[in-house]
């Protein structure tokens, strides 16, 4: 193994950072908006080390963003071909810190933080109860038990259980995958096309949610891992794709978002980042739709609001103590847009072929 | 009658409510009746201000106002 000392230069710790998420396909995932939140940070100085699942994740080819790329086993290899591999980077690259994004492969890396811990790798994750208390199949107890409001649903293992379902939960129905994607079904055929989709991707169960008629806030939160809450800054979706995603999105003031955001870390003693997806009806009602385990997509606008997620986050895995923020700029929009990265195949022959870049 | 401290406007007729994040846009005459709900005017004094300065039916114009007040209302702008 090399032993890299770390060197200050000016003042500033160097930190490698490990980030998962860089894909882009319909809708990026958080890893380069991760990225850039964190190099924005002017406090220490980052080497990334980007870990892909697929070769054409445009984060791989962006060298102004990430130094170097490494592909990982998929989540459903599970943490022993996960652990094999970064050990084998860690060889490599000494990394300090690893901030993974996607929920499909949270559960492997809160698993395994404790060996991650043992070669160096600092996480700043929830544990595992934490993680699964949140999970859409738990939302409604968690929601329960903590006086919040959150929609009826009924888990959905067999396409026949769905015509129950929807006559307790009436149409229109939301039917959502165990990871990602949601549709919204008018009718009973819509529902199972909906139920085999979800069902061939993400697997079983499929969750049939009560449909809340309202307007999309999402809160970004921070927890320290001792219920206190470092930062939150609430989002409007202005535009909403026919995937439900966020295009474009102002922050605003609205205490009651931030109320919500502090009781859900306060409960749990949430240890990282989260989003919070919230309906808020006509009659004022804010009802939990989701609380994703990890930063979303859009985490660079709490950086432009002057609330830096990724960066605090990144303190706090380095034992870093951060004062909660206190102010952000409302009135901050993001407008998302395309852009066609140019990269040779070359490149892409290196990462397919050697699982590096 | 009075505009809710937090929302805010330019003179340009922009309108921004931070709470909710929805924006709106008036003419200039909107922007200046807003001007005069900043600073808590009534109703009447605001109609005789705009019917002083401009060439306008009062009768018309009293009629436009209180469109205008109660698309503000329905929009949770006004205070109380």
Known sequence: ?357 | MKLKKNIATSEAGFIFNPGTGDSYSSNPVGSEILSHLKEDIDRNEIIDLICTKYDVDKTHFEKDFDDFISQLTDNNLLDG
């Not at chain 1, 652990?83 to 929920?103: A, G, T, Y």
């Not at chain 1, 529902?191 to 993400?202: E, G, I, N, T, V």
């Not at chain 1, 309906?279 to 989701?290: D, F, I, L, S, V």
């Not at chain 1, 994703?292 to 380095?318: C, D, E, H």
Request: proline share 5%.
């Open chain 1, 1 to 357: 193994m090399v032993n890299m000392e770390k060197i200050r230069l000016n003042d500033k710790r160097n930190i490698v950072i490990a980030v998962t998420g860089l894909n882009a396909i319909d809708s990026p995932g958080p890893g380069v908006a991760v990225i850039r939140a964190i190099r924005e940070c002017a406090d220490f100085e980052a080497r990334i080390i980007g870990l892909s699942y697929e070769a054409l994740e445009p984060g791989i080819y962006m060298h102004n963003m990430v130094d170097k790329t490494y592909r990982l086993p998929y989540p459903s290899a599970g943490i022993g071909p996960l652990l094999d591999r970064l050990r084998d980077i860690q060889k490599k690259e000494n990394i300090d810190l690893v901030i993974p994004n996607f929920d499909a492969e949270l559960f492997n890396f809160i698993k395994i933080a404790p060996q991650l811990k043992n070669m160096g790798i600092h996480t700043f994750l929830p544990d595992l109860d934490q993680f699964e208390a949140r999970h859409k199949m738990e939302l409604h107890e968690f929601g329960k038990k903590h006086n919040l409001f959150v929609p009826a649903d009924r888990l959905i293992y067999q396409v026949s259980e769905l015509s129950k379902a929807a006559e307790e939960l009436q149409y229109p129905l939301v039917v959502k995958g165990k990871f990602y994607d949601a549709t919204i079904a008018y009718t009973s055929e819509q529902a199972q096309k909906a139920f085999h989709q979800l069902k061939s991707k993400w697997g079983l169960p499929i969750i049939a949610q009560e449909f809340i008629n309202g307007t999309e806030i999402n809160v970004a939160a921070l927890g320290n891992g001792e219920g206190d809450t470092v930062s939150v800054v609430p989002m409007r979706k202005l535009y909403i794709t026919d995937k439900g995603k966020a295009w474009a999105g102002i922050t605003i003031d609205d205490s009651s978002y931030i109320e919500l955001a502090r009781k859900f870390i306060k409960a749990t003693k949430w240890r990282g980042g989260c989003e919070l997806e919230i309906m808020q009806t006509k009659e004022g009602k804010p009802y939990m739709m989701e609380v994703n385990p990890r930063f979303p997509a859009w985490i660079y606008l709490t950086a432009a609001a002057g609330q830096n997620q990724p960066a605090s986050l990144v303190k706090m895995a380095m034992g870093e103590k951060i004062e909660p923020f206190t102010t952000y700029e409302v009135g901050k929009i993001f407008i998302r847009y395309s852009w066609d990265l140019i990269t040779d195949v070359s490149e892409f022959q290196i990462i397919s072929g050697t699982g590096e870049l």
